[in-house]
């Protein structure tokens, strides 16, 4: 399977300049995209895009060359599914419960989950280790644990193409990896993965392609090592930074340090 | 995942109890019809026709009793699942009919309808238009720059709900004094005194239908409680869910309020009630409202009618029974529903 997204721009307003323009990327099953700029730049902006839930101005997104603004709501998230920033819910449902949610598209309206349904939530459940949450209220759930929560509920909607926004973000050490490890995973099973960061060393430890995005606009894609360049990351973000490669056990990591602000 | 002993055990309690209280009210009430008798009545009546039992029997059970505690029933239920349904649309347990100005919206279309001593089918489309156009001010007002919290969502209810009682005392302001406006004011009080199976025919299929809607998206209502962006993702239609889902309530809101006047916290004490003993997932969660909320406004309306020679309206006391277990929930939970 793969996901394009062609000349594509965006703005919130009619007439104003393209907080998005020209973007070009292509991501593959088994491939990890990262999503990287400073804040406020429009990564958020870019994934809902992405996702449909806002609509390209121009240019527009494919999935195996079908047009994504051509498909019906329930093809296209039958084929992708998103995962939310965690936030407080607004109801206090128990973990499996939530989980289940995530079956949505496949039940009927007027229909509830069956047996097929809650055979799938378990598998999802073992899938990501999640049993010690089973039976608890998500309002009392740290904030990985909520957060693998969602990609689980994700992952009941069968998807092939997993988009996840900040997912690593408010989260300590422990659970960063957690997480980052469980998106590689997917990826490795088949899925296509798309996720937007704070980090660029998260970007080098599971990303396989990488999208950054500066200002006025401009973008630059391309495998990660191309893009998370020395140069390009110190005129996005506008700091000087170190990037190190580093070799613990057999494993080669890239450590990234803010050194100080250009000027 | 459950078990099936407690499946079981959940689902014949949820049915059970509306029937036990049903068998235990229609003994109650003054003509000395006790519960032997009236047991007695009841079961010549179903068993050898309606001919084998007195006349007087027959009109005190069935006329005058077995109306007044379907329509509680029906109603209680069904203001039981509008509020769940409610609570799911604007993601807020804070919201119920009363709290939307739904309730307020619906008693002055009603009020409006009375004043011009219409029927009970105007008065209840006057109702459900007013409940609607209330909600629908509610909605917009609250929503600031394409988000919404629930502060304003609470905020823009209270503001909405008074404009609408205001709109009601100037209804009042003018009517008949003789005639006209103890009619509204006693009505608005929320009493299911007016019973009778005429108007329960009328009245009553709105509030099934509707009720029995919400019951079957029971499990979809869910998914309409996470953000925008979430059940948009979840593959659901927002815009046609939430549509249904306000539709019905108001329906239903409008249904009661022109049959028995405002009769209050049910809609957000039942929902909270189940959710502390079933969870939050509204696939319990409704069926085990529409069972509680029937079986409070029966037990409500039995001492409303029984407890003292002549009737006290029923909206006092579910919030005489309302407010005090509200605040302790909110007490023990910590405001955290």
Request: with cysteine; charged share 15%; hydrophobic share 45%.
């Amino acid at each position: 399977m793969i996901f394009e997204t062609v000349n594509a721009s965006f703005s919130y307003k009619k007439n104003s300049a393209m907080l998005l323009k020209n973007i070009n990327l292509n991501v593959e099953s088994n491939e990890v995209l990262a999503i990287l700029g400073p804040n406020g730049i429009g990564k958020t902006t870019l994934l809902k895009c992405m996702t449909g839930l806002l609509h390209w101005k121009e240019g527009f997104s494919s999935i195996d060359k079908r047009r994504v603004d051509e498909m019906s709501s329930k093809d296209f998230f039958s084929i992708t599914a998103y995962v939310p920033q965690a936030r407080n819910p607004a109801f206090a449902y128990k973990s499996e419960e939530f989980i289940m949610l995530g079956r949505s598209i496949h039940v009927g309206n007027f229909s509830k989950p069956g047996k097929k349904d809650y055979e799938k939530v378990n598998e999802v459940i073992e899938l990501l280790a999640l049993q010690k949450l089973v039976g608890k209220f998500i309002n009392r759930l740290s904030g990985g644990e909520l957060q693998m929560l969602l990609i689980a509920r994700a992952l009941c909607q069968e998807p092939s193409i997993l988009i996840l926004d900040e997912p690593e973000s408010n989260l300590d050490f422990k659970n960063q990896l957690m997480i980052l490890d469980s998106i590689r995973r997917l990826a490795d099973k088949g899925m296509i993965c798309i996720f937007n960061t704070h980090y660029p060393s998260h970007a080098f430890s599971i990303g396989d392609k990488a999208i950054m995005i500066g200002k006025n606009s401009q973008n630059i894609f391309g495998s990660v090592e191309t893009v998370l360049t020395k140069k390009n990351i110190e005129t996005v973000f506008g700091v000087n930074v170190d990037i190190a490669k580093n070799i613990s056990g057999k494993k080669e990591y890239t450590t990234i340090t803010a050194l100080s602000i250009k000027n | 995942m459950e078990s099936r002993i407690s499946k079981v055990f959940y689902r014949s309690i949820l049915i059970l109890l509306p029937i036990i209280c049903f068998l235990i009210c229609i003994g109650v009430g003054r003509y000395g019809l006790g519960h032997k008798d009236a047991l007695r009545v009841l079961a010549d009546i179903v068993l050898h026709g309606k001919a084998s039992v007195a006349k007087r029997e027959y009109s005190i059970i069935i006329n005058t009793r077995l109306s007044r505690i379907s329509l509680a029933l029906i109603c209680g239920g069904g203001l039981a699942v509008a509020g769940v349904a409610l609570q799911s649309v604007f993601s807020n347990p804070l919201v119920s009919p009363d709290t939307l100005g739904v309730a307020s919206g619906a008693s002055f279309g009603a009020a409006l309808a009375l004043l011009f001593k219409a029927n009970l089918f105007a008065v209840q489309i006057s109702a459900l238009l007013f409940g609607i156009i209330a909600c629908a001010i509610t909605y917009t007002v609250s929503r600031v720059k394409g988000g919404q919290n629930t502060i304003m969502l609470i905020l823009s209810g209270i503001i909405v709900g008074s404009l609408f009682q205001a709109f009601v005392s100037m209804v009042k302001y003018v009517a008949d004094t003789d005639e006209i406006l103890p009619n509204i004011t006693y009505w608005l009080m929320g009493s299911l005194y007016t019973s009778n199976w005429k108007s329960i025919i009328m009245g009553a299929p709105p509030i099934i239908i509707c009720s029995f809607i919400l019951f079957m998206v029971r499990w979809k209502t869910n998914v309409l409680s996470l953000s925008e962006d979430e059940a948009k993702s979840l593959g659901m239609n927002i815009r046609y869910m939430r549509l249904a889902l306000i539709l019905c309530s108001s329906v239903i809101t409008s249904s009661v309020v022109s049959m028995c006047g405002q009769i209050g916290w049910i809609g957000l004490l039942m929902p909270h009630m189940c959710r502390l003993i079933f969870g939050s997932d509204n696939l319990k969660v409704i069926p085990a409202s529409i069972s509680f909320g029937a079986v409070f406004l029966l037990i409500c309306d039995t001492f409303s009618r029984s407890m003292t020679v002549t009737e006290v309206p029923v909206s006092i006391l579910t919030a005489l029974v309302g407010a005090p277990i509200f605040l302790m929930l909110l007490r023990n939970t910590g405001g955290n529903i």
